[in-house]
T-cell receptor
Framework: KNEVEQSPQNLTAQEGEFITINCSYS?????LHWLQQHPGGGIVSLFM???GKKKHGRLIATINIQEKHSSLHITASHPRDSAVYIC????????????FGKGTHLIIQP | DAGVIQSPRHEVTEMGQEVTLRCKPI?????LFWYRQTMMRGLELLIY????????DSGMPEDRFSAKMPNASFSTLKIQPSEPRDSAVYFC?????????????FGPGTRLTVL
């Protein structure tokens, strides 16, 4: 079974700072997901990637397959970015369910 | 589209009672997932279906849990009998197996409290 580790567990930063959240996994994967869970509990899928880099607005996700590592970056962070960010690995070639990290609780202070 | 719909949003029940959680996936999606989230264990996959057929139920904690998908637009997760340790938020998610990949769309979750 894949083990998914995230760091840091908690992160508090000032508005405008560049944020990096890390994710490592133990077994080769077919895809890695980054999810955002809002304070109200809703979960939104941010990225799904299997190689390289993806960018959406101020969010950037990268993955290094050889090192079994992915990062989520937030540029020009804003208080509305405050949420729990969760990485999740999909191991199988099909649509296997996800194995989740414990999440990173991000607080952006104004 | 309304997104993934779950009901009820909140459920409070007493130990020993049967609990049924419901999910309506996004129309046209062929995969449906049930997840559970607790403070201690985070998010965990319970079971997933493809074209209404259960593919992997290895995450179902024990025989008290069962899930069905009688048609493409409806799934249930049942706990019988319920126990306090089943208290959690249960999420349903659906996805479409296109070449673009399998991004999962999550429902709002059902917060279950077993007293």
């Amino acid at each position: 079974k894949n083990e998914v580790e995230q760091s840091p567990q908690n992160l508090t930063a000032q508005e405008g700072e560049f944020i990096t959240i890390n994710c490592s996994y133990s077994v080769g994967i077919s895809a890695l997901h980054w999810l955002q869970q809002h304070p109200g509990g809703g979960i939104v899928s941010l990225f799904m990637l299997s190689s390289g880099k993806k960018k959406h607005g101020r969010l950037i996700a990268t993955i290094n397959i050889q090192e079994k590592h992915s990062s989520l970056h937030i540029t020009a962070s804003h208080p509305r970015d405050s949420a729990v960010y969760i990485c999740a690995a999909r191991s199988g070639g099909g649509a296997d369910g996800l194995t989740f990290g414990k999440g990173t609780h991000l607080i952006i202070q104004p | 589209d309304a997104g993934v719909i779950q009901s009820p949003r909140h459920e409070v029940t007493e130990m020993g009672q049967e609990v049924t959680l419901r999910c309506k996936p996004i129309s046209g999606h062929d995969y449906l997932f049930w997840y559970r989230q607790t403070m201690m264990r985070g998010l965990e996959l319970l079971i997933y279906f493809n074209n209404n057929v259960p593919i992997d139920d290895s995450g179902m904690p024990e025989d008290r849990f069962s899930a069905k998908m009688p048609n493409a637009s409806f799934s249930t997760l049942k706990i019988q009998p319920s126990e306090p340790r089943d208290s959690a938020v249960y999420f349903c998610a659906s996805s479409l197996s296109t070449a673009g990949g399998l991004i999962q769309f999550f429902g709002p979750g059902t917060r279950l409290t077993v007293l």
